[in-house]
Each structure stands twice: as structure tokens, then as C-alpha cells.
């Protein structure tokens, strides 16, 4: 299942490559044209470009989103579903292709970050705990989006749907401090699960804003968005047809 959903990358290059150039553009747009880092300690470039890894990884998703429909418009799932194979094998083949693409897109988005005068001030270890993180995020924000897709049924209603990731992104700290903003969006942004794994991630690598206290938070939003919807999307996926 793996290797199939590699194998559209070489028919869909250009897919590919929008999924790669997007970040970049959002982080040299940021970095350049909007961002300012009111009441960020430091450059506002080492405090943005973890935030934007971190964002990354919670955005994206429609790709994951449309081929899941479309292979249910197509009938492929009902051919897959009549082989002697695990109801969610199909769906981790689609997130482990996901999972490589989204670590190719990090490496590039670091090299861009590296080349802007971002720098990890953290060792080896910390660096490496810090990608484990935003992995870590992504597979968990993966499986919302696959159960978001096998709930939408149709590759017409993604891009509906996937609206309703946009906030989750939005509304945390990957621009600005919450000290920048009014008292209850604060609070808002401080409990969201993108925050928490930026904060860790900003200390991880040595980057302004970071806070060692959020690695627990950082660890444990992922695995309780896995324990959730992973069940909920194969559970879905198992009484398609039925």
C-alpha cells in the first residue's frame, strides 16, 4: 500500500512540489513581509522558523484527504476491502507515504530556515528529539484527516473540511507570542496542541520562546489525538459498503 501511494508521486511531481514550496513561501513571507515578533525575545527569525516547522505539520493534509476520497469515488477501496488484508492496512500505507513526504518537506524547510540565518543552538540529541516531536504531531494530525476524508466521503467536501483544520494552525504561536495578545486568545492559544509542540520543539532546538515544561504537553496531545481518531477512522473504514 506503501509503495502505491509513492508511485502517484512520480505521476503527480507537481503535486509534489506545491506541498514542498508552500512552507517555504509561508515562512519567507512571514519572515520578510508580514512578521514584526512584538514581544518575542531575540530574532524573530529563530523564534518563526520553528513555529513554521511546527505548522508544517498540521497543515497539508488535503493531499492525504483527496486521495483517500478519491479512492472511494473510484471503487478502489471495495477492491482492496475484498482482499484478504486488515481493514486499516490501506489507511497506514497512506500515512506512512504521508510520513515520508512530510520528512522530506521538514529537511527542506530546515535547509531554507539554515540559509535565512536560523540556527540550532541545541545539540544533536535535542535536535533529533525535536524532529521526533513534529513527527510525532503529524501522524496524529494525519489520522483526523483521514477520518475527516472517510467522513466526507467525496473529494468535492475536502477542501470544506479541510477549512476546519485551518484554525487548529492559526490559533497557536507559530507567529506570535500569546503575550501579544488580548488575555482570552491567550489563554486559547496556550492550550492548543500546535503550541505545545512548538514551545518544546523552540526549546529543543535553542530557539527564543522556548519552554522546557511543554514537552509533556508536546508528547502527550499527539498520542491522545491517536488514541481517537486512529480507532474511529479504522472502525469507519471497516463499515464502508456495510
Known amino acids: 500500500m506503501t509503495r502505491r501511494e509513492l508511485a502517484h508521486w512520480a505521476r503527480q511531481p507537481v503535486q509534489v512540489l506545491v506541498g514542498l514550496v508552500f512552507p ?3 515562512l519567507l513571507m512571514f519572515g520578510y513581509l508580514v512578521g514584526g ?12 522558523v520553528p513555529g513554521m516547522l511546527t505548522l508544517t505539520m498540521a497543515f497539508g493534509l ?21 482482499m484478504p488484508m486488515a481493514d486499516g492496512v490501506v489507511l497506514v500505507g ?20 539554515h540559509a535565512i540565518g536560523w540556527r540550532v543552538e541545541g545539540g544533536p540529541g535535542a535536535a533529533l528529539g525535536a524532529l521526533g516531536l513534529l513527527l510525532l504531531l503529524r501522524f496524529a494530525m494525519l489520522w483526523i484527516g483521514i477520518f ?3 467522513v466526507a466521503g467525496r473529494a468535492e467536501l475536502v477542501q470544506a473540511v479541510q477549512i476546519l483544520v485551518w484554525p487548529v494552525g492559526f490559533l497557536s504561536n507559530a507567529f506570535a507570542s500569546p503575550d501579544s495578545m488580548p488575555g482570552w486568545l491567550g ?11 512548538a514551545t518544546a520543539v523552540r526549546d529543543l532546538f535553542g530557539s527564543p520562546g522556548g519552554e522546557p515544561g511543554h514537552l509533556t504537553a508536546a508528547v502527550a496531545w499527539p498520542l491522545a ?7 474511529l477512522a479504522v472502525r469507519r473504514f471497516g463499515r464502508l459498503g456495510k
Open 187 to 197: 489563554t486559547v492559544v496556550e492550550w492548543n496542541p500546535v503550541s505545545a509542540t
Open 148 to 150: 475527516l476524508a472517510l
Open 24 to 26: 517555504v513561501m509561508l
Open 225 to 231: 489525538l491517536l488514541a481517537l481518531f486512529l480507532p
Open 37 to 48: 515578533g512584538r514581544t518575542v525575545d531575540g530574532d524573530y527569525v529563530d523564534y518563526l
Open 62 to 82: 488535503e493531499g492525504t484527504m483527496t486521495a483517500v476520497t478519491r479512492d472511494l469515488d473510484k471503487g478502489v477501496i471495495d477492491r482492496f476491502r475484498s
Open 94 to 113: 497512506r500515512a506512512a507515504a504521508d510520513m515520508l513526504q512530510s520528512a522530506v518537506g521538514l529537511l527542506v524547510l530546515i535547509g531554507v530556515g
